[in-house]
């Protein structure tokens, strides 16, 4: 028989949450939360779009599922590699390849954030980083890399995380589920949230790094044309910088050229 999912309550949370944000713990949905600026191409075959994106904690939480202290490691991680790579710059997510520990949270928030995917090559896994990242801009050659500091993180808390996926009685382990959870929850209250990702998140470049082979490495193509420039001639009604919003396509030899086909 398959189980019939539990609803979310009509308004997601008894703190009166819009139900479309019921998966943000009320006592998580508090102003100052790290955020990041993202940027990606403007179609399938487009060029750069420099308009920057803002993606937030909540966002970060959809995409992976749920909130747990491994997301918000790593957003605090995420946080202070950007802080002293990029400063007020945006992530570029057709520029980048990533490397990040092979787990849920960390890979989610690592293809998320950067725009490294494992079938294009550029986002590859090295288990021996834990809790960071390397990051390298691939237009540049650029990387960087963020380690949380040893000790940070309650070795109880870890050596419960790997208990718990292993062969413990149901039944106690449906009670050390709830306990263990709680555990994890005070610790981000009590510990990471009060802190700057800077305080327990070090970051240096790296001159060389030796990356780990690519699980897959298909073309990516919607960043094939990611540096072509901005057209002087053709002017789209789809073009978003253009404040006219009849502006018609160019007609003349743009448009006869493209009728001919691209032979």
Same mark, same amino acid.
């Given at each position: ?17 819009? !139900?479309? /944000? ?51 490691? #790593? ?11 990029? @400063?007020?710059?945006?992530? =570029?997510? &057709?520029?980048?390849?990533?490397? #990040?520990?092979? &787990?849920?949270?960390? @890979? ?16 590859? *896994? ?8 390397? %990051?390298?801009?691939? &237009? ?10 040893? @000790?940070?993180?309650?070795? *109880? ?9 292993? =062969? ?7 009670? *050390?589920?709830?306990? /263990? ?20 998140? !070090? ?18 193509? =919607?960043?094939?044309?990611?540096? %072509? ?6 002017? #789209?009604?789809? =073009? ?20 001919? @086909?691209? #032979?």
């Amino acid at each position: 028989m398959t189980a019939t999912p539990t609803p979310a309550p009509p308004d997601g949370q008894a703190s009166g949450k819009p !139900r479309a /944000h019921w998966y943000v713990p009320a006592w998580l949905d508090v102003p100052g939360l790290p955020t990041f600026e993202v940027i990606d191409t403007r179609s399938a075959q487009g060029r750069l779009d420099p308009r920057a994106k803002l993606v937030t904690v909540a966002d970060l939480i959809l995409f992976h599922g749920h909130a747990c202290d491994g997301l918000l490691r #790593s957003v605090w991680a995420m946080r202070a590699l950007a802080d002293a790579a990029f @400063g007020t710059a945006p992530f =570029d997510r &057709s520029d980048l390849l990533v490397v #990040s520990k092979n &787990s849920p949270c960390l @890979g989610d928030v690592a293809a998320y954030l950067t725009g490294g995917r494992a079938r294009f090559g550029t986002h590859r *896994l090295d288990p021996s980083l834990a809790v960071g990242f390397q %990051i390298r801009v691939l &237009s540049t050659g650029d990387t960087w890399e963020v380690r949380e500091e040893a @000790g940070f993180f309650p070795e *109880l808390i870890a050596a419960w995380e790997a208990a718990l996926l292993g =062969d413990i009685d149901e039944v106690d382990k449906r009670e *050390l589920l709830a306990v /263990h959870e709680a555990a994890q929850w005070d610790w981000v209250r009590r510990a990471l949230l009060p802190r700057a990702p800077s305080d327990h998140y !070090r970051v240096k470049q790296l001159d060389v790094l030796d990356l780990p082979p690519a699980l897959l490495d298909a073309r990516r193509t =919607d960043t094939v044309n990611r540096a %072509i420039g901005a057209p002087i001639d053709v002017l #789209s009604a789809y =073009d978003p910088d253009l404040d006219a919003p009849n502006a018609q396509t160019a007609s003349g030899r743009w448009a006869e050229r493209y009728e001919a @086909g691209p #032979s």
